[in-house]
């Protein structure tokens, strides 16, 4: 069964409303959560890319790429998740989990599901709330994520507005 119904949080996935890269945030990290996640990203062999500035490079340990020092290129790690859906994390900092995912990416049940499975999956492995923002927000007030105590992904604000 679904995590979400479509029809009922389209509005969250309006790049018009959310801005068209919404954040997602893993509050509360560490550095062993971050390698967690890269680890995760190994073990489900979804195709990806690191990248330092325009330098592709191997994928680093996390304890490596969070020690730069702070005027190094920035660092991303590009995850397919589907040859159509992209996550982008950024290495800000070792204390959040962070990336963008693009919401003309997410459009519809299908693909819906899909985000909802890869937020699923990393809120399990780090036992960790995965909450998504607007884009531009600091996730102080996220309109839906992954709760531990439900093992699921929910609605965190009243959704917006149906759409016709």
């Given at each position: 069964?679904?995590?979400?119904?479509?029809?009922?949080?389209?509005?969250?996935?309006?790049?018009?409303?959310?801005?068209?890269?919404?954040?997602?945030?893993v509050?509360g990290?560490?550095?062993?959560?971050?390698?967690?996640?890269?680890?995760?990203?190994?073990?489900?062999?979804?195709?990806?890319?690191?990248?330092?500035?325009?330098?592709?490079l191997?994928?680093?340990?996390?304890?490596?790429?969070?020690?730069?020092?702070?005027?190094?290129?920035?660092?991303?790690?590009?995850?397919w998740?589907?040859?159509?859906?992209?996550?982008?994390?950024?290495?800000?900092?070792?204390?959040?989990?962070?990336?963008?995912v693009?919401?003309?990416?997410?459009q519809?049940?299908?693909?819906?599901?899909?985000?909802?499975?890869?937020?699923?999956?990393?809120?399990?492995?780090?036992?960790?709330?995965?909450?998504?923002?607007?884009?531009?927000?600091?996730?102080?007030?996220?309109?839906?994520?992954?709760?531990?105590e439900l093992?699921?992904?929910?609605?965190?604000?009243?959704?917006?507005?149906?759409?016709?």
């Amino acid at each position: 069964m679904a995590d979400l119904r479509w029809d009922d949080v389209r509005g969250f996935f309006d790049p018009d409303l959310m801005g068209a890269l919404p954040d997602v945030l893993v509050p509360g990290a560490s550095v062993e959560d971050w390698q967690a996640v890269l680890d995760l990203v190994a073990e489900r062999r979804w195709q990806h890319e690191y990248s330092e500035g325009t330098s592709v490079l191997p994928l680093p340990s996390a304890r490596a790429v969070l020690s730069r020092p702070a005027d190094a290129e920035s660092a991303q790690l590009s995850v397919w998740l589907t040859a159509e859906v992209l996550a982008i994390f950024r290495f800000y900092s070792a204390d959040a989990v962070d990336f963008d995912v693009n919401l003309r990416e997410l459009q519809g049940q299908e693909r819906l599901d899909l985000f909802c499975e890869f937020l699923t999956g990393i809120g399990r492995r780090l036992g960790k709330p995965v909450l998504m923002d607007a884009e531009g927000g600091d996730c102080a007030h996220p309109v839906l994520g992954y709760v531990v105590e439900l093992d699921r992904v929910v609605p965190l604000v009243e959704p917006f507005a149906r759409w016709p």
